[in-house]
């Protein structure tokens, strides 16, 4: 084995993951549309199973919903809810092509819509923040959109050496570099260098590095990082939403053209604007988003607790 993997890898404790990824290696060479059946079947039975039991994921995604589309009657929430869960282990079992069976060609399967506004602005050289969200098509569009440009991809450590070698190894048959969210040097030596750097800014990292701005009318915990990284190199910003259509078993992704005065110099102005970018893309497919997470996990001083 190489240098670089840690003897943890093969402690006991991840032995059932092992044996988990040799499912997921069989998985990800079934046809695609065996896959998305198997994720509906599963997303259903999950979904089902979640309300037997009281699980806290569904008691989470219950909640976000409730807060986000109040508009809805209670069977429009809990059809989503459902959507969501079926969507979200399509997105699990998907992940298994591109970092288990890269040999597999998506290419033809995946449109880009906008990319030449990446394009134009990763020429400018001054490095390019390209946001995104948690849509459970993360990872399925990267073959796709690494085709058309080069880039890297920023990721949350795993405290689980198992998962982080696989998550790490898998990104970088597509990304230049793979780099930690916390690894400011590195972004910002990314960032002088030209590069592109993609990342997700919809999950609450606390209070201490975020601004309270709404998020479908509801004051939420948004990372300040976008406007600090921009302003370092005066890099472009583009948002990038990406979905699936199950019924074709193909991917989009979509990007904007660079934001106009972004950053402004109002931390919580340019907040509000990306979260209203984000709910945006949200509402052309709710069901693809990540209601899971704890999103509102952060209140203002002196509000109620959401979870």
């Not at 993360?138 to 696989?166: C, F, H, K, S």
Request: hydrophobic content about 40%; charged content about 20%; proline content about 6%.
């Amino acid at each position: 084995m190489p240098k670089q993997h840690s003897p943890s890898l093969f402690a006991p404790r991840g032995w059932p993951l092992w044996c988990l990824l040799g499912v997921a290696w069989l998985i990800g060479r079934l046809p695609i549309t065996w896959i998305i059946a198997i994720g509906k079947l599963l997303g259903r039975s999950l979904y089902w199973l979640s309300g037997l039991t009281g699980a806290s994921r569904r008691q989470i995604t219950d909640t976000n919903i409730e807060l986000c589309f109040p508009e809805l009657t209670a069977s429009a929430r809990a059809e989503l809810a459902r959507d969501s869960f079926i969507h979200t282990v399509i997105g699990a079992l998907e992940i298994t092509q591109p970092w288990l069976n890269p040999g597999r060609n998506l290419r033809d399967r995946i449109t880009l819509h906008g990319v030449e506004h990446l394009q134009r602005a990763a020429a400018q050289g001054r490095g390019v923040l390209l946001v995104g969200g948690h849509f459970s098509t993360l990872d399925i569009v990267a073959q796709g959109v690494t085709a058309a440009v080069d880039l890297d991809v920023m990721y949350r450590r795993n405290r689980n050496p198992v998962w982080e070698w696989l998550q790490v190894r898998s990104r970088k048959r597509y990304f230049d570099g793979v780099i930690e969210r916390e690894d400011t040097r590195q972004t910002l030596q990314r960032l002088k260098a030209g590069r592109i750097i993609w990342y997700a800014a919809d999950q609450d990292y606390g209070a201490k590095h975020s601004v309270f701005a709404p998020f479908f009318g509801i004051e939420t915990a948004t990372i300040n990082a976008t406007v600090r990284l921009a302003a370092f190199n005066q890099s472009p910003v583009i948002f990038m939403s990406n979905f699936r259509d199950p019924d074709t078993c193909t991917w989009s992704a979509h990007f904007t053209p660079v934001l106009e005065n972004y950053p402004s110099g109002d931390d919580l102005a340019d907040a509000t604007r990306m979260n209203a970018i984000i709910e945006s893309a949200v509402r052309e497919h709710p069901e693809q988003y990540l209601w899971m997470h704890r999103r509102f996990k952060t209140r203002p001083p002196g509000a109620q607790k959401i979870y």
